[in-house]
């Protein structure tokens, strides 16, 4: 099954945050992210350095969390120091990746 986009995720991936989508349809390869009903993906940015870290756990809190998946991006002009974005599961669609607003 794939990735079904929300407005606002699509919002991201056609306004130049797309390779952020890429980084969370690539790491379906991850068997821990692919079996995970529920990811919370967090891209935090050193607007300083202008790099960046990519990191999916479950969301089960901030302290308990289990980290599934963690990617360093080199470079971005990414504007925001941090973003979240929510991946659910859905049984008929896949994986449903939304803004956490969205959820």
């Known amino acids: 099954m794939g990735l ?16 952020l ?3 969370v349809a690539s790491a379906r390869l991850v068997p821990a992210v692919r079996r995970a009903e529920f990811e919370c993906w967090t891209l935090r940015v050193d607007l300083t350095r202008q790099c960046a870290e990519v990191v999916c756990t479950d969301g089960n809190g901030e302290r ?6 963690r990617q360093p ?11 979240k974005l929510y991946a659910v599961a859905d049984s008929n669609l896949g994986k449903v990746v939304m803004l956490t607003s969205e959820y």
């Open 4 to 19: 079904i986009l929300t407005d606002g995720a699509a919002y991201l991936a056609k306004n130049g945050a797309g390779w």
């Open 21 to 23: 989508l890429d980084i």
């Open 64 to 69: 308990e969390a289990n980290i599934l998946y």
């Open 73 to 83: 991006v080199g470079y971005t002009d990414f504007p925001l120091a941090e973003l």
